[in-house]
């Protein structure tokens, strides 16, 4: 079934049941229940898109993180999230130098107020150099990153999301210059 | 009257074929669908505006958005869309202020103003939020602003985020729509 005759059956069920005595066939019930299904299943709601400033003017350097220790790159505080919430999703553009590898860390954290959720992931950016097939020579880079929520201490209305970061020269302990670009984060339904 | 929502559980063995299908069936799943949806508030804006370090030390420029006047300047303007659904609205910020200064952020939606107030100094941890009935700001596509003014002191406060969204909807508080 198409999403749009999911639609169409959860608008046409209403008038029906405001009459308990309505006769109900299982055809209808059927897509009553995809619709119930499908409504749970696609609940991506976004959080919000951080678009940083354009700062990145000639002869300007990016940002320079913290070598070693995550730094926040965005936030959305008093995020509301439903027990059917299933995990948080996030995405980051960010800007590197591609002469040089470049290793990302993106980390979610989600603090529901008694208690601060993590998931970490990389990118290595591999440089221009690198030999052919090795996705070389990007400017642009997305990472993304899925944090799966517990179901304690949901709902909350006071959760705070936070996109932390650091990037190194890969294999060094040395920061990396980068510039963020636009960061989105969406609560994700079963 | 206001539509039933339930946290239920919905077995798919109920609808499947050859099965009878009751009246109450089909209101278990329109209460779970009323319940998911009533949950499921949007969040219509919001984004961080700290100078460097405003999460942590080395933490990237983030737009500084500063309060140094006593004028009350504007320094976000959009246009959101407030469902006539949802029944209420949440502003929420954070902000880094020094002692002996106070700042406030209002945030403006539609027909309603939404002002939170920090005296410095402050927790910058902190989170503080107030709400707004969309009774009050009206629905559809609102012209929103976010107002920085300094009222005490002579320091710079500095805006370091903020939030607008929906907030979910009362099991009690679910209005059926007109035709119910």
Same mark, same amino acid.
């Given at each position: ?13 209403? %008038? ?19 619709? @119930? ?28 993180? =913290? ?10 505080? =008093? ?46 950016? %591999? ?45 060094? @302990?040395?920061? @990396? ?14 | +009257? ?23 069936? +089909? ?14 508030? *949007? ?33 976000? *303007? ?33 027909? $309603? ?14 989170? $503080? ?50 035709? *119910?």
């Amino acid at each position: 079934m198409s999403d749009g005759l999911i639609y169409q059956a959860a608008t046409y069920l209403q %008038p029906l049941l405001a009459q308990p005595d309505a006769p109900a066939v299982a055809d209808l019930g059927a897509q009553a229940l995809r619709a @119930a299904y499908f409504h749970q299943q696609h609940q991506a709601t976004l959080i919000g898109t951080q678009t940083y400033p354009l700062r990145m003017r000639v002869g300007r350097v990016p940002s320079f993180l =913290s070598s070693s220790s995550y730094q926040r790159i965005a936030e959305w505080c =008093s995020v509301h999230l439903a027990p059917h919430h299933a995990r948080v999703e996030v995405e980051a553009w960010l800007a590197v130098p591609f002469v040089v590898r470049t290793r990302i860390y993106l980390r979610i954290v989600v603090d529901d107020g008694v208690t601060t959720h993590t998931s970490t992931a990389t990118e290595l950016v %591999p440089d221009h150099g690198d030999p052919e097939g090795a996705s070389a020579g990007r400017g642009l880079v997305r990472v993304s990153n899925v944090l799966t929520l517990p179901a304690t201490n949901l709902p909350t209305s006071a959760a705070q999301v936070r996109v932390e970061a650091y990037a190194v020269l890969d294999g060094t @302990a040395t920061a @990396a210059p980068m510039a963020m670009a636009a960061i989105s984060a969406w609560r994700v339904g079963p | +009257m206001s539509r039933q929502a339930i946290d239920g559980t919905l077995s798919p063995f109920v609808f499947a074929l050859g099965q009878p299908i009751y009246a109450s069936d +089909m209101a278990d799943v329109a209460a779970q669908l009323a319940y998911a949806g009533a949950r499921c508030p *949007e969040h219509l804006a919001g984004g961080a505006s700290g100078a460097a370090g405003w999460g942590t030390a080395s933490s990237p420029d983030a737009g500084n958005v500063t309060c140094s006047s006593n004028t009350a300047s504007t320094v976000y *303007e959009f246009r959101c869309w407030v469902d006539s659904d949802l029944l209420a609205v949440q502003f929420a910020a954070r902000a880094d202020v020094p002692a002996g200064t106070t700042i406030t952020v209002a945030c403006t939606v539609g027909s $309603s103003t939404i002002t939170r107030t920090f005296v410095g100094a402050t927790t910058t941890t902190t989170v $503080s939020s107030g709400t707004a009935l969309v009774s009050a700001t009206g629905s559809g596509l609102l012209d929103c602003s976010i107002v920085v003014q300094r009222t005490a002191g002579s320091g710079t406060g500095t805006l370091l985020a903020w939030s607008l969204h929906g907030l979910p909807i009362a099991n009690g508080d679910l209005v059926a729509p007109p035709n *119910e």
